[in-house]
């Protein structure tokens, strides 16, 4: 619990109202209550701001001028709202329970350093030669292979995989079920079939990053896959060998990105998307859900590429004149001719 | 073994032919042999009914008119097909083994309160406070947070992670590798990078849902993730915080839906379809495979987007139109005003 | 370590230069070092072959006449790369150490049978009646249902769950968090709700295949699914039950083949592409990525349906045209009408 004057001293802001109000956690402005906090960052929610039982409201300083309740005033409420919902969250997790053993079902090798305060699930396995920095949680049914460099304040999820040789930053956060550092996909066609082409580079990942749940992050094939800082990689994306993603950019679910792609800073990339291999996306790209990128990008921009959505019938009609469309727009040459004649 | 007499009393049915035949088990027109029994319910396979050698088919009242041979006959005959495959199917498993039993390689805390007969696999790892119902069968290497809830007759199957807090249903089978309750992806821009927004909320899956092969469902932000009853979810689908999925909705593999939006009842949603976030589907929608939905839907109807395909040749030639089609559509309306003129 | 001419040697092939040269290592054209090889395969790149450091280069016969260096002269320098790859690559694994022993964590069934040299890893599950060839290395977390048959020389990465009744051939690579012989995605809609069908059929995989991480292969309905001999898979592909893959065939990462469909021989399938059920492709058909294959394909050619991307305000501009199409088609045949009278 914190009063809404100790919240704003935290955040180092000014509140409005009453200073002595206990908050508990947070919540929506539909459904938040008399002791927790809320906030407004979405116009379009502007008209439950009236109706909200919050006790308190993070708001911008314009919208806290018409409003009658008690609020917390911020440039950006909705990173406001993060720190304070970060804030909560610790505590309320504190208070259950410090998780800062090692569990007797796991199988740990003698050959390993560990930071202090090191936690490691039931039936994780870590390997020979790794490495792993103070504060890491490591949850059940985790395996590290050899090698495994990890830094301080790790949490790795339950069943993810992290292959041999994989380095890995402070604060990084990898959800259940994610692979990181698998094989590429390296094969040579000889007359008789495909030769797999030993994958022997491994994965960098830079601090604070989050890679998503079921993720897939394959190893260089002869150099290094490689994720900068602050890189956001949400539920079961494909990292082709040999990538390279920018500081700070964020991917969206279920996007593929093919074998040494390279991929800028800040860049915003959508749900569903494919890149092919081989291409440079530059800075501050925008790409938008499910579009296909087949070339290089150099020009900081929003891409699209997807049809829109139409009833299946109607569609049938518009798709058939697709496959005819430069037919047609030779027709439409053609009467422009005769006009002009 | 059950005779055709036996399987036409069981699902309250009328048979034809020789009721003393002894049936086993369940096959196609194609493959099946004298005693196993078969059904036809697409139209495009009755070339295959006056081939087969099945025992007996199980077939619509007019097929089974003109068909000589043993015949059970159903409104519905898939369905029956369903009901016999699983009778048999239970039958041959039970004959097999019955694993009521905590594997000694399982670690399971304490504080769990268990039903009747349930089995845990080997190297499954079962936190504190967890209430499983009667009759769970939980596989191999399955993880189950703290306090997961989880009602009676549920399958869990090998490599499955359920993570803290989330609440199942009963009858609800779960497929390997599966992840339930990661975290969702939620971040706000501070100008220094992405601040976590802590993901508080759970998923709550109701009653007979089936949950595919290395899908996720990200746990809710604040409020829950939310699947009603009978949701069958293929394999490889995403599903995003916040998420509503209304009862007997039914996905196809490797499609996605991101946080907070509402799909209603009895929708059938394709194979890699994309549904962006914060829209709204009503109840009774199609969407075709690998359409992308950018939009609330608010009539049940069968909706597309994607062109159709074509050798990549002639496509060229049209894909480079569908950069123009703006100004082809313009030239067209320039000729009109010309002829009108 | 070997010479230029010992290198030549084992691949029966001739070089030029200084054949006592030692190398030690694989690596690319910009980053080799005197004592490594490199290759020349794709002609973009030959501008950095004249700035190299490379001890020696694999090279056609054309290129290499006009370099200076050390090189090894190869009909297929891509392939021949890839075996001197695999030949350091087994050198410098066999130098660190043999796997060749059940770890005393792992859960293996009294009845199972296992050939010379196999190496089970750590919180490994071996169910009744598996029968393992010889020389297999299974990782850790590993789960490997009743009556599993494996080849000879498999690699089974961590965390793989292979269903029970799979079938497997020699010499197969299954990558960390594959799913191998789940249920299909079976149902018949009853009045009341969805009917689960059995899915009683296996998953059979040939001899020299790859299966990606994290990627699902459903095992069949009634009969099997079925992959050839050297089928390579890349990671996060979903492959539905009863479908059948031919010899040397490549599926590229996010791709999804829905129920009973049949790919033939030699396909290359890109990444993203879905493939609806039911439906027969030829051998030798190229599908381009995130294409979607809604009809059979009887010719071997490249086959695409994606639209070209664009800036997103340009898109726009064109998107809504091309739900007009039809239209815009219609008017230009009234337009053809109008000048023709």
Redesign the interface.
Same mark, same amino acid.
């Given at each position: 619990m914190k009063t809404l004057a100790e919240l704003a001293q935290i955040q180092d802001l000014e509140f409005k109202g009453d200073g002595n109000l206990l908050l508990k956690? /947070?919540?929506?402005l539909e459904?938040a209550t008399h002791d927790q906090i809320t906030f407004l960052a979405n116009p379009s929610y502007t008209k439950f701001l009236n109706q909200t039982k919050a006790g308190a409201v993070i708001l911008s300083a314009t919208a806290a001028e018409s409003y009658q309740g008690n609020a917390l005033i911020s440039n950006?409420p909705? @990173?406001t709202?993060?720190?304070i919902? =970060?804030l909560?969250?610790s505590i309320n997790e504190n208070t259950m329970k410090a998780q800062t053993e090692i569990?007797s079902?796991a @199988?740990v090798s003698e050959k390993v350093k560990l930071g202090g305060f090191v936690a490691v &699930?039931? !039936?994780s396995?870590i390997g020979d030669d790794v490495v792993i920095g103070d504060n890491c949680v490591i &949850?059940?049914?985790v395996?590290i #292979?050899d090698g495994v460099k990890l830094g301080s304040d790790c949490q790795i999820?339950?069943?993810v995989?992290i292959?041999a040789g994989t380095v890995i930053g402070d604060r990084v956060?990898v959800?259940? #079920?994610a692979?990181i550092g698998?094989?590429g996909?390296?094969?040579?066609? %000889?007359k008789s079939?495909? /030769?797999?082409?030993?994958q022997?580079g491994i994965v960098e990942i830079g601090d604070?990053c989050?890679i998503?749940? +079921?993720t $897939?992050i394959?190893c260089g094939a002869?150099?290094n896959t490689k994720l900068g800082?602050?890189v956001?990689l949400? +539920?079961?994306i494909?990292i #082709?060998h040999n990538v390279q993603i920018g500081?700070?950019t964020?991917i969206?679910?279920?996007t593929?990105v093919?074998g040494s792609t390279k991929i800028g800073k800040n860049c915003f990339i959508g #749900?569903?998307v &494919?890149i092919?291999g081989h291409i440079e996306i530059c800075d501050g790209v925008?790409i938008?859900?499910?579009? !296909?990128? $087949?070339?290089s990008i150099t020009e900081a %921009?929003?891409?699209?590429? @997807?049809?829109? !959505? =139409?009833?299946?019938?109607?569609?049938?009609? +518009?798709? *058939?004149? *697709?496959?005819?469309?430069?037919q047609? $727009?030779k027709? *439409?040459k053609q009467?422009?001719k +005769?006009?002009d004649d």
């Open positions: 956690s /947070v919540a929506t459904n950006n909705y @990173v709202f993060a720190r919902a =970060q909560f969250h569990h079902s @199988v &699930g039931p !039936l396995f &949850g059940s049914q395996s #292979g999820k339950a069943g995989k292959e956060i959800h259940p #079920g692979v698998a094989d996909f390296g094969l040579a066609r %000889d079939g495909w /030769v797999k082409i030993p022997t604070d989050e998503g749940a +079921n $897939t394959d002869i150099e800082n602050d956001r949400d +539920n079961q494909q #082709g500081d700070h964020v969206a679910g279920c593929a093919a #749900g569903g &494919g092919v925008t938008q859900a499910m579009a !296909l990128v $087949t070339h %921009d929003s891409y699209s590429s @997807v049809a829109p !959505l =139409q009833p299946t019938k109607q569609w049938r009609r +518009n798709a *058939v004149r *697709v496959k005819q469309l430069d047609l $727009t027709r *439409v009467l422009e +005769n006009i």
